[in-house]
């Protein structure tokens, strides 16, 4: 799957791939698009928001 990006580099096929509370495409170059970080977002904010639902499934079960 090629897909253009706003850097307009062609970094090659995609995949699209979970990450914690996003759903990425990520480049065969490592490249990554990521719709929380595009919206202002950082991987701290989403992995915090990923260990508090985990530990609470953990205290349902």
């Known amino acids: ?3 253009e990006t706003a850097d307009n580099i062609d ?5 699209l791939e ?3 509370e996003a759903v990425v495409t990520r480049f065969a170059d490592g ?3 990521c719709p929380i970080l ?3 977002g950082n991987c701290e904010e989403c992995m915090d ?3 508090r ?7 349902a079960d």
């Open 1 to 3: 799957m090629r897909i």
């Open 11 to 15: 970094h090659g096929d995609a995949r």
């Open 18 to 20: 979970d990450c914690f």
């Open 31 to 33: 490249y990554v698009l």
């Open 38 to 40: 595009w919206s202002g």
């Open 49 to 51: 928001i990923f260990e």
């Open 53 to 59: 639902r985990q530990e609470a499934n953990d205290t």
